[in-house]
């Protein structure tokens, strides 16, 4: 008896051992993303948002800011976001598993990296780093941050679909889409437009659609890159939003599902909810 309580006393002392060395290696990789993330920051201009700025722009998109800001409103130049929800790990069968994560945005240079922990199983997490640095992209996932199961980087399709995430999620910071931070608008209907966004050498274009109140709905992709394997399938994208509240005198959607657009219909697989967000201003 006292040899087996032994034996799992040992086991428990390891797997203690294990989750803190992994916790701290991944903490010390967040931190080292992060300050990448602030070192390739720019200044940002101009300091607050002035409503001539709108002249010309598509009449939804127009409408949009006038509903979303106020005259005057300061120009965000960071943000800190804290998510719940779930994510489905496969594409063929509904599994969702709960997780809780971070978000550091930067807005120029766009920027963004996001930090997930993701229960796959009771006691067993995955941790997930999706960010985009300085034109490059990362996704990284590793059970207890120790063991990867996929780690891609610093390809040309993943940095392009990293800047359409950054793009798409601009609805959280919505002085992000104003033409004075880089964003272009073209005309499509009365509830939709395209916004493109360049960084670098690269170029994205969404769909955004507008809903009744005139706020951000949806966002779409005609192809993004979907990782089967280890390799990026063109695929359509959207993103839904919705639960539009006032934060910092910005109307932004504090709830989303981000889905796959199969032949076989959507495939979501990330439903999120915003618990906290924390803007930091230009000054």
Not at 13 to 18: E, G, Y
Not at 75 to 83: L, P
Not at 93 to 103: D, E, I
Not at 199 to 204: A, C, L, R, T, W
Request: net charge neutral.
């Amino acid at each position: 008896m006292l040899v087996a309580l032994s034996v799992i006393a040992a086991v428990c002392l390891v797997a203690a051992a294990v989750i803190v060395y992994g916790e701290f290696r991944w903490k010390s990789g967040t931190a080292e993303l992060r300050s990448r993330l602030e070192a390739a920051r720019l200044p940002t201009e101009p300091k607050v948002f002035d409503r001539r700025e709108l002249e010309g722009l598509p009449a939804p998109v127009q409408r949009y800011f006038r509903a979303a800001l106020r005259d005057g409103q300061p120009i965000v130049a960071a943000v800190n976001v804290e998510h719940t929800g779930t994510f489905n790990r496969s594409e063929a069968a509904a599994q969702w598993k709960p997780f809780t994560s971070t978000q550091r945005v930067i807005t120029r240079r766009p920027g963004f990296d996001w930090d997930a922990r993701i229960a796959m199983m009771p006691g067993v997490p995955v941790r997930v780093h999706d960010a985009y640095v300085a034109g490059r992209g990362t996704l990284h996932a590793a059970v207890f941050g120790l063991v990867s199961v996929a780690y891609v980087h610093d390809t040309p399709e993943l940095a392009r679909g990293e800047l359409m995430r950054f793009l798409a999620e601009a609805a959280w910071h919505p002085t992000s889409l104003l033409r004075s931070q880089g964003v272009r608008w073209d005309a499509v209907d009365d509830h939709s437009a395209r916004a493109t966004l360049s960084d670098g050498d690269i170029s994205v274009t969404l769909l955004f659609g507008f809903s009744e109140d005139d706020l951000i709905t949806s966002v779409r992709a005609d192809a993004r890159g979907r990782l089967v394997g280890a390799t990026a399938v063109p695929t359509p994208w959207q993103g839904r939003f919705w639960s539009h509240a006032v934060r910092d005198g910005m109307h932004v959607p504090l709830e989303g599902e981000v889905a796959w657009l199969l032949p076989g219909g959507a495939r979501p697989y990330w439903r999120g909810h915003i618990t906290t967000v924390t803007y930091e201003f230009s000054e």
